[in-house]
């Protein structure tokens, strides 16, 4: 509970029960809330609703609890009303608009460029190490996803796209939210409306055709706080990311409008000291390693959970960089939008910029839809001498066979020819 806050008119301060120091009214309290109706005793005490330190909302907000009778003591929602109260003297000021902000139409490209120095997760039959990369990416709170075409047979984990993502939303600027309306349930007949983040989500994988996709890393941001891009991709580090370092620089992609460069691409891993071993068979004794981790776990779950900054505390996973990403993002109005149209992927209207087929190796491809290409690229590359060895061998026994087939006759000739005058 709140102790009951006192208001002295001489020295213009207002002393909370729970609270050592006074809310003073200083030139800084009042300049925060001169555009506010009021006196300067209600000017501090909307800045002590704006404050942290109490947990208040930041105007007059009454919310009551709803009851139905017929269940007095289970909640049916609440009621939250904006309350103003003035006194009969005094002159009532115009009413505010209180019609609930409408959210504007926006439209995010991102255009995938590249990728390099992402992790090679599979192996060829010959050993070699390669990865099948596409390029995964949704906006927070939309349900559909897009990603790229597939880079076939990186061998040194490059991948080329020239891929365009195409994200429309709705954006309340002021609240900084993506709004998406969508039914809660199939059979609900009004859409619901939900507030997110502008958060965008991208993530690097490797496909595979008999097996689940490989993950390879990812890089999420906010529209409204994104990390600053490196002009190339050998300076691209995770010093761009705020939660690696503290003090990288941020732009706001709704006044910037357009952002172009690499960024890192990261996995979260734990530290070595605490990565899982192989199982070791336990004996039920605390003398060996692998049962005193198991009690130790044991009673590690039983313990209360501790603050992120205790010394005894987990340690979170660290980011791990997985590769570098060249994006080029913007933010487009919709009219904006209508007149600099541009398609998914390289589809038409394939402008502002135009993308034009990616230049891959002559190695990348899909070995199932390409026997020729399997057999020069990966079979023959191999197995060259090989298969020179073999077709040499097989020559010279089809000949060794022709003279075995041919000599009896030439010999009967050769015989009649020399005893015959």
Not at 25 to 39: F, I, N, P, R
Not at 234 to 250: I, M, T, V, W
Not at 329 to 334: F, G, N
Not at 370 to 385: D, E, G, N
Request: one cysteine or more.
């Amino acid at each position: 509970m709140l102790g009951t806050p006192t208001w002295n008119a001489d020295t213009q301060e207002i002393k909370m029960e729970d609270r050592v120091e006074p809310y003073r009214l200083v030139t800084e309290t009042a300049s925060q809330t001169k555009d506010e109706h009021g006196d300067d005793k209600q000017h501090l005490a909307l800045h002590i609703l704006r404050t942290k330190e109490w947990g208040l909302v930041w105007e007059h907000v009454e919310t009551r609890t709803l009851y139905h009778p017929l269940h007095p003591n289970i909640s049916q929602g609440a009621l939250r009303m904006w309350v103003d109260v003035f006194r009969k003297d005094e002159n009532v000021p115009l009413a505010v608009d209180i019609t609930p902000r409408q959210a504007e139409p926006f439209v995010l490209r991102i255009v995938v460029w590249n990728v390099e120095g992402v992790p090679l997760k599979d192996d060829s039959i010959f050993g070699d190490k390669m990865s099948d990369i596409f390029v995964k990416g949704w906006l927070e709170g939309q349900e559909k996803h897009q990603k790229t075409d597939v880079h076939y047979r990186s061998l040194d984990g490059s991948g080329n796209f020239n891929y365009r993502f195409v994200f429309p939303f709705d954006y309340k600027q002021t609240e900084q939210t993506i709004v998406v309306k969508k039914k809660k349930h199939f059979y609900s007949l009004a859409k619901t409306e939900n507030e997110f983040p502008p958060k965008v989500a991208l993530q690097v994988w490797d496909n595979d055709i008999f097996k689940s996709n490989d993950y390879l890393g990812n890089i999420e941001f906010m529209l409204t706080a994104m990390p600053q891009p490196s002009k190339d991709g050998r300076h691209c580090s995770l010093d761009q990311l705020r939660q690696h370092n503290p003090h990288a620089r941020e732009i706001d992609l709704f006044k910037q409008k357009i952002a172009r460069g690499w960024w890192p691409l990261y996995t979260r891993e734990k530290p070595e000291e605490e990565e899982d071993e192989e199982e070791e068979q336990c004996c039920g004794c605390l003398s060996c390693m692998s049962c005193a981790r198991k009690a130790y776990t044991r009673i590690e779950e039983k313990l209360p959970l501790l603050e992120m900054d205790h010394p005894d505390a987990p340690i979170e996973p660290t980011l791990q960089q997985a590769g570098s990403i060249e994006l080029e993002i913007e933010i487009l109005t919709e009219a904006e939008a209508e007149v600099q149209a541009a398609g998914k992927g390289r589809k038409d209207p394939n402008e502002h910029p135009k993308l034009e087929e990616p230049q891959r190796p002559a190695t990348s491809f899909l070995w199932i839809t390409s026997p020729w290409k399997s057999f020069r690229y990966i079979i023959w590359k191999h197995w060259k001498w090989y298969i020179i060895l073999v077709v040499v061998i097989i020559l010279l026994v089809l000949l060794a066979a022709l003279i075995v087939y041919n000599f009896p006759t030439t010999f009967s000739k050769w015989m009649i020819n020399s005893i015959l005058p």
